[in-house]
C-alpha cells in the first residue's frame, strides 16, 4: 500500500498572527506544486483561525499542538476537540515531548485524548520517543511499547490507520542530532509492527513519521526510508523556504 507523505511543521511556541500570516504567505507559492504530499503545520492556538482562513483551498493542513480530553468541564486554560473542530482545524499533535515532560502529560491522559480527536473527526499525530539513556539502556523498544499501546489503547482496531504516530528520540529534539537512516528505519519499523499486533491492514495504512532535527539537508534520506512516511520538523518549519525544500524532497 502506498500511504501519502506527511510533513508537518510544528512551531511551538512561536509567531504571532501576523508573523504565522507572513510565513503562510511564502509558503503557499512554494509548495502549490507538491503533489503526492500532505503539508500541515502545527500553530500557537492563537494563530489557528488566522491560518485556516488564509490556507482554505489549498494543500496545507493546520492542526493544534495540545488539546484536553474532555468535551467541556472545569479545565482552566484548556481546549476540547470540538472547540478545534469549529475552527475546522485538521488535526492536533498530542503528546509531544515538551509537554509530558514539562506539563506532566501521561499516557493515560493521551489515550483518552487520541479518541476525543477522532470522535471529532480530527487527526491525532501521537509522539512517541526514547531518551538518550534509555536508548543507551537497551529500553528504546520497551519505552516506545508502553507510549504506543497505551496510547491507543481506546483507538477501535478499525480506526487505528487514521492515527499519525511521530518517532521522535528526544536526543534529536532541538539539538542538531538526528538518528542515522538506521536507527529512524528501525524505530518506525517497529512503531509499525506494534500496531500490527493489532491490525496488519491498519498497520499498513498508518502513516509514522520521524521527528529529530530534520532539515532540508538530511530530509530526502530520511524520507526514503521504507517505514517512514513524513517528518515532524520543529525549528527547520520556521522558515517557508526551509519547509518548502524538505515538501519537495518528500514528493
Ligand atoms: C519537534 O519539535 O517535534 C522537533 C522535531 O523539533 P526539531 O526539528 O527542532 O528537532
Known amino acids: 500500500m502506498s500511504r501519502t507523505p506527511l510533513i508537518a511543521g510544528n512551531w511551538k511556541m512561536h509567531k504571532t498572527v501576523e508573523e504565522a500570516e507572513d510565513f503562510i504567505q511564502g509558503l503557499l507559492p512554494r509548495v502549490y506544486a507538491a503533489d503526492g504530499v500532505d503539508v500541515g503545520l502545527c500553530a500557537p492556538f492563537t494563530a489557528l483561525t ?15 499542538q495540545n488539546m484536553h480530553q474532555a468535551e467541556s468541564g472545569a479545565f482552566t ?108 528505519q528501525e524505530a518506525c519499523a517497529y512503531v509499525r509492527s506494534l500496531v500490527a499486533e493489532r491490525s496488519a491492514e491498519q498497520a499498513e495504512r498508518l502513516r509514522v513519521l520521524y521527528g529529530g532535527s530534520m532539515k532540508p539537508e538530511n530530509a530526502a534520506e530520511l524520507l526514503a526510508l521504507p517505514d517512514c512516511d513524513g517528518g515532524l520538523i520543529g525549528g527547520a518549519s520556521l522558515d517557508p523556504e526551509s519547509l518548502g525544500a524538505i515538501v519537495d524532497a518528500a514528493g
Not at 50 to 64: F, K, N, P, Q
Not at 131 to 149: D, N, P, W, Y
Open 50 to 64: 488566522a491560518l485556516i482562513d488564509s490556507t482554505r483551498g489549498s494543500r496545507v493542513e493546520v492542526y493544534a
Open 77 to 184: 486554560g484548556e481546549i476540547s476537540a470540538g472547540m478545534l473542530a469549529e475552527l475546522e482545524v485538521h488535526g492536533a499533535v498530542l503528546g509531544h515531548s515538551e509537554r509530558r515532560e514539562h506539563f506532566g502529560e501521561t499516557d493515560a491522559a493521551l489515550a483518552e485524548k487520541v479518541v476525543a480527536a477522532l470522535g471529532a473527526e480530527l487527526r491525532p499525530i501521537l509522539c512517541v520517543g526514547e531518551s538518550q539513556a534509555e536508548r543507551e539502556g537497551g529500553r528504546m523498544e520497551e519505552k516506545l511499547r508502553t507510549q504506543v499501546t497505551e496510547g491507543l489503547a481506546k483507538v477501535p482496531d478499525e480506526q487505528l490507520g487514521d492515527v499519525v504516530i511521530a518517532y521522535e528520540p528526544i536526543w534529536a529534539i532541538g539539538t542538531g542530532l538526528t538518528a542515522s537512516p538506521e536507527q529512524a
